[in-house]
């Protein structure tokens, strides 16, 4: 899951946005569909633009791939604090 959204982050983070952390909650159901997705405020910059991008790269990622069938959960929450630092 998380190396699907680097992925896209990659691609779609440039050096003209801001250093800021942004932290996600999302939830995911068996079939790796995303089922809820929150920014944690108090846990996250600010800045809407790294705000809308991390929000964003969790929706245009989904759906992830679905669970091992070995997994009984029905859902799993997940999070994630996306970094965002200029090289």
Known sequence: VREEIRRFLK?????EYEEGDVMVSFVLNQGGEL???NIINNRSSNNTDLRNLSYRSIQDVSPFSPFPKNLSQK?????????????
């Open 11 to 15: 691609k779609h983070y440039t050096q």
């Open 35 to 37: 089922i809820g997705l």
């Open 75 to 87: 859902q799993i929450s997940f999070n994630l604090t996306v970094v965002f630092k200029k090289n």
